[in-house]
């Protein structure tokens, strides 16, 4: 005989659905939100929606600054978090302390929030609004160089010329003499080393 499945109807859809539409709330006698997952979903979209024509586009930026600093699951946050850079409690505990800042700063709409000083965190003394071209002009210094692999002489050219005649991958010539294996497929396709044999 089956057994029943444990339904709920939703407040805003009126539909009757599985118990696994609705998420956990702790503050409800059933353990359970009263929207349905999808009806929260279309909730949450609308009231961002609203939040950004309220704030002409501010309040992204303040959760995008919030979320590199804050959150470790955040794509970027390995930049920014990662390394130590911060929101100050000022701003991460308030937003409108933030959009107050933002209004005396000279916010427009398309502006971006940039970092005096790359190695500081986001606080009113370090901020600035820029445009994305003077965004990307103040970047950190890089700490390492881009290729770290050594340079080839010309018998170690010899030597993958022989390798590749041989038969072995390129990908396995690249770790043997320790370089990108894009630099074993320049040798064999002669864009460099040419005029070794």
Not at 106 to 112: A, D, E, I, R
Not at 151 to 175: D, F, M, N, P, Y
Request: glycine residues 8%; positive net charge; proline residues 3%.
């Amino acid at each position: 005989m089956a057994t029943a499945i444990a339904t709920k109807r939703c407040t805003v859809c009126g539909v009757t659905r599985p118990l696994t539409d609705f998420s956990n709330h702790r503050g409800r006698r059933d353990g359970l939100t009263s929207r349905c997952r999808a009806c929260n979903a279309a909730h949450c979209r609308a009231w961002y929606h609203r939040k950004q024509q309220e704030t002409a586009g501010l309040y992204s930026t303040y959760v995008a600054m919030k979320g590199r600093c804050h959150v470790p699951s955040h794509e970027h946050f390995a930049l920014y978090g990662g390394r130590g850079i911060t929101v100050c409690a000022e701003w991460r505990d308030s937003f409108d302390s933030f959009r107050e800042w933002a209004n005396r700063s000279g916010y427009v709409p398309g502006l971006q929030i940039d970092r005096i000083d790359n190695s500081k965190g986001y606080c009113p003394e370090n901020c600035r609004f820029v445009t994305a071209a003077q965004n990307c002009q103040n970047k950190r210094a890089r700490t390492r160089t881009i290729r770290t692999y050594t340079k080839l002489e010309t018998a170690q050219v010899r030597e993958v010329r022989s390798l590749l005649a041989g038969g072995l991958s390129q990908r396995v010539i690249a770790q043997r003499m320790k370089v990108s294996p894009s630099a074993i497929g320049s040798i064999k396709t002669r864009r460099t080393w040419r005029d070794v044999a």
